[in-house]
Structures are given as C-alpha cells and as structure tokens.
C-alpha cells in the first residue's frame, strides 16, 4: 500500500488566506468519514511535492499534532499565472470501508499500427472510476497497446489489468484508445497557365480594341 506522510497544522484563523499564501502556507480543509470540516495549513513546497506523487489517487496520511488522517486529494486550485497552490480539499477514508474514486490509466508497449503502418494513436479516455478498500486503491492502471496491430483496432475497459481487490465500475466495452489511419495531406493542385492565352509581350491582351496607328 503506498500512502504518503504530509504535515500540516491547525489553521492560523488570525490571518487572511492571502496573507498565509504570502507567507509560504497553503489553507486547506479536511472533512469526510468522522472528521468535521476541519480547516488547516500546509507549507506551499510540501504541498506541491506531495500532490506531484499523489496526485488524486493515492493515499496521503495527514500528520497533526499527534495525529494520522488518511485522506485523498479531492480538490487542489492553482494560480492561472504562477501555478501556485491557492487552496486543497482533503477527504478523509474510512481504512475499513470501501472508496469509489477515479485512477488514471497508463497506456504501456508500443503499438505496431502505430509503429509499422503509420496509424495515430489516439486516447479517448485517460482515467476510470474504481471501487476496493482504500489499502487496495492502485496510484495507475496499466494497459498493454502491444495488441493494436491493425488500423482501427482498439483496447476497452476490460484491457485493464486489475490487481486484486480492485474493481473497475465504467462499462467494460468502454474504449480506452484506439489506432486511426492517418489523413492525407491535402495537395494544391498547380495552376499551369495556358501559354496560347497569355499575350505576348507588347500585344494587346485578349477581348481589347488594338490601337489606331497614329
């Protein structure tokens, strides 16, 4: 089971959430299972590096003041122009209930459609909602494209491989990615001038009135 450790503290209600942002710490909220809205802070670097491991699917055991809360990320909002963390939800998990959540999907191999007849891979659906316990819940799922062989073959829900414990709920004949025949380009044709059409220098151009000697 990976779960990863992430301090944080109670939440400094003295001060605005722009001021703890300007501070270095990001305000947070924890709540699910028996735990109440609980509003707490968190250091911005943290935060950030254990969202890059943990993503929306892996367990993250917030550690305060004694205590160990295993959650998931439910929501984490950025900055549109510094990308930093303005603001992460953390629900609280029941170890001993099970959790229904989306887990992203990892497309594994290489695909001879792709590689030998020139075909575009093409991923319709990167992620699939699962249910187990939340010790079982896999960080990814892998699917093998080794068996996209021919053009406009594709890999489904049931591709998935599963570990055990792990269900996936999305309709088994989903597609997950398929190989298309790539377009053609599209060639302007080239436009040739008709030579008997094109006045020769010095005469006058067809439909004109030639001039009166002077």
């Known amino acids: 089971m990976d ?15 722009k001021q703890l942002r300007k501070a270095g710490h ?9 735990v109440t809205n609980t509003p707490i802070q968190c250091e911005m670097k943290l935060l950030h590096k254990t969202f890059a491991k943990a993503g929306e699917s892996t367990l993250v055991e917030l ?22 963390a303005m603001h992460a939800d953390f629900y609280a998990v029941n170890m001993k209930e099970e959790i229904e959540t989306t887990v992203p999907v990892r497309f594994e191999g290489e695909a001879p459609a792709v590689k030998d007849l020139g075909g ?13 316990l ?6 990814e799922l892998v699917v ?20 055990k414990g792990v269900e996936v709920t999305d309709d088994a004949e989903a597609v997950l990615a398929t190989v298309q025949e ?12 008709d030579a008997a059409a094109v006045p020769a220098e010095g005469a006058p151009a067809a439909g004109s009135e030639p001039k009166e000697a002077e």
């Open 144 to 163: 093998d494209i080794s068996t996209l062989t021919e053009l406009h073959t594709s890999v489904y829900v049931s591709d998935i491989k599963l570990p």
């Open 63 to 84: 550690q305060m003041d004694g205590q160990k809360i295993p959650v998931l990320f439910k929501a984490i909002s950025f900055h549109p122009v510094s990308s930093h």
């Open 3 to 17: 779960i990863i450790p992430l301090t944080v503290t109670a939440r400094d209600t003295s001060k605005s959430p």
């Open 26 to 34: 990001i305000p947070c909220v924890v709540y699910g299972n028996s």
């Open 182 to 193: 790539a377009r053609a380009e599209e060639v302007e044709p080239e436009v040739v001038a």
């Open 134 to 139: 939340p010790a079982n819940l896999p960080h």
């Open 120 to 132: 575009i891979f093409i991923a319709s659906q990167e992620e699939v909602t699962v249910r187990c």
